[in-house]
Nanobody, 125 residues
Framework: QVQLVESGGGLVQPGGSLRLSCAASGFTLDDYAIGWFRQAATNVREGVAS????????YYRDSVKGRFTVSKDNAKNTFYLQMTALKPEDTAVYHC??????????????????WSQGTRVTVSS
């Protein structure tokens, strides 16, 4: 049974940084990707970044390129979303999700079946 436990959200000033963590367990396949998604109060859930476990390929939505970095720690089976130069428009509830056998940029939420509980990120002065 796949479990994703997320942590690291909070309140940060514009220009600040936060790191989200996603501890994963219950995988029996190697061909998976972890996606990071966010949903603001009035918006649909959007893909922010993804990382493929097998080859470490990463993808980012245009609005976070150069500011967000996704990575993984194999020893801890934990994935990270490092967010820098945060802007008020980054305010949202962030989720990590696991998808199997994905292709392309893996930023579409329809491709993911297992989701974390979500953590709120608020960027405000």
């Amino acid at each position: 049974q796949v479990q994703l436990v997320e942590s690291g959200g909070g309140l940060v000033q514009p220009g600040g940084s936060l790191r989200l963590s996603c501890a994963a367990s219950g995988f029996t396949l190697d061909d998976y990707a972890i996606g990071w998604f966010r949903q603001a109060a009035t918006n649909v859930r959007e893909g922010v970044a993804s990382i493929f476990a097998e080859d470490n390929k990463t993808y980012y939505r245009d609005s976070v390129k150069g500011r967000f970095t996704v990575s993984k720690d194999n020893a801890k089976n934990t994935f990270y979303l490092q967010m820098t130069a945060l802007k008020p428009e980054d305010t949202a509830v962030y989720h990590c999700a696991a998808g199997f056998g994905l292709h392309g940029d893996a930023l579409a939420q329809r491709d993911y079946l297992d989701w974390s509980q979500g953590t709120r990120v608020t960027v405000s002065s």
